[in-house]
Nanobody, 117 residues
Framework: QVPLVESGGGLVQAGGSLRLSCAASGRTFHSYDMNWFRQAPGKEREFVAAITWNDITVYGNSVKGRATISRDNAKNTVYLQMSTLKPEDTAVYYC???????????WGQGTQVTVSS
């Protein structure tokens, strides 16, 4: 198990920015691919961004150009910086860890982001 704890969500006005954090426990964080997903009410969970164990980043089309994912292995933390937020970014944002060695996957409990127009 890899406990994941997201933070940084909240209420923000459209056009604003925020940074989400996901802190992991354990000593093998560096070997995990880290991902952010989000789920809006009544919608399926959507891929937002990923950063591999070797720092390759990928972004979902809905946030491309507005989001930056990064990681700090010394702090066992992955970040999602989002800017120019839109009301449609409103969702629960989930952190996901995928162990690169065997594909084991873990989820955080989610953090709510609400963007007001």
């Amino acid at each position: 198990q890899v406990p994941l704890v997201e933070s940084g969500g909240g209420l923000v006005q459209a056009g604003g920015s925020l940074r989400l954090s996901c802190a992991a426990s354990g000593r093998t964080f560096h070997s995990y691919d880290m991902n952010w997903f989000r789920q809006a009410p009544g919608k399926e969970r959507e891929f937002v961004a990923a950063i591999t164990w070797n720092d390759i980043t990928v972004y979902g089309n809905s946030v491309k150009g507005r989001a930056t994912i990064s990681r700090d292995n010394a702090k066992n933390t992955v970040y999602l910086q989002m800017s120019t937020l839109k009301p449609e970014d409103t969702a629960v944002y989930y952190c996901n860890a995928r162990r690169s060695t065997d594909g084991s996957t873990y989820w955080g409990q989610g953090t709510q982001v609400t963007v007001s127009s």
